[in-house]
């Protein structure tokens, strides 16, 4: 069966410092690859698409890369700030979309 | 940039009643909406696909006489939860995608958080 690990369940990381998370897929052949931020009680907000032909995206300060040969993807936030804590989730897609239990990032001050 | 509501924000109801959650495109003719189901610190499950004017495709494991999705127009799905049990609280999310958008394109609402006494 299809499945979408998220890394860890929560990641702690100090002010600064780079965040980066992990979301690994067994059993699925994505044709794209999203991260979402998801606040507390609040709907997903969309972040950064990458597809299965590309290998690296970035948008200020998040990038994300795609190795289909790992079934994995990382994402980045460099230089992390307090505003930037909240649960991150991967979500996988051809005509519709799988989501990960997600990771929830606290930054530090 | 695209939105999309929900209404209600959140619900309390009684354990047998049935609950009504809209979901509607403000700016944009939505032919697909999609309904997910999230619970407490677990992932958003795609419960069911509702395409205008046709009957929702539910997902396996989701019993589509218990959760009732219509979608009659262009900018309006509702999900109805009948006869709700206190398994049923959770937080409700849909989303949206525009006719002709690429299927990646999916914008998502703010959630309904129901609680069944």
């Known amino acids: 069966s299809q499945k979408i690990e998220q890394n860890s369940e929560a990641l702690n990381i100090q002010e600064g410092k780079t965040a980066t998370l992990t979301c690994n897929y067994t059993n699925y052949s994505p044709a794209y690859l999203q991260w979402y931020r998801q606040d507390p009680g609040r709907g997903p907000v969309f972040l950064l698409l990458?597809?299965?032909?590309?290998k690296e995206k970035r948008k200020e300060r998040l990038k994300v890369t795609f190795d289909t040969t790992l079934k994995q993807s990382l994402f980045h936030i460099t230089a992390s700030q307090p505003a930037d804590s909240a649960t991150y989730l991967c979500a996988l897609g051809n005509n519709d979309m799988r989501f990960g239990a997600g990771t929830r990032l606290t930054v530090k001050p | 940039g695209a939105v999309v509501s929900q209404h209600p924000s959140w619900v309390i109801c009684k354990s047998g009643t049935s609950v009504k959650i809209e979901c509607r495109s403000l700016?944009?003719?939505?032919?697909?909406m999609f309904w997910y189901r999230q619970f407490p610190k677990q992932s958003l499950m795609l419960m069911a696909t509702?395409?205008?004017?046709?009957?929702?495709?539910?997902e396996q494991g989701v019993e589509k006489d218990k959760f009732l999705i219509n979608h009659a127009s262009l900018t309006l799905s509702t999900l109805t939860v009948t006869s709700a049990h206190p398994e049923d609280s959770s937080f409700y999310i849909c989303?949206?995608?525009?006719?002709?958008?690429?299927?990646?394109?999916?914008?998502f609402g703010p959630g309904t958080r129901l609680l069944v006494l």
């Open positions: 989303s949206a995608r525009a006719a002709a958008a690429s299927p990646e394109t999916q914008y």
């Open positions: 990458i597809r299965e032909n590309e």
């Open positions: 700016d944009f003719q939505a032919t697909t």
């Open positions: 509702s395409n205008e004017g046709s009957k929702a495709t539910y």
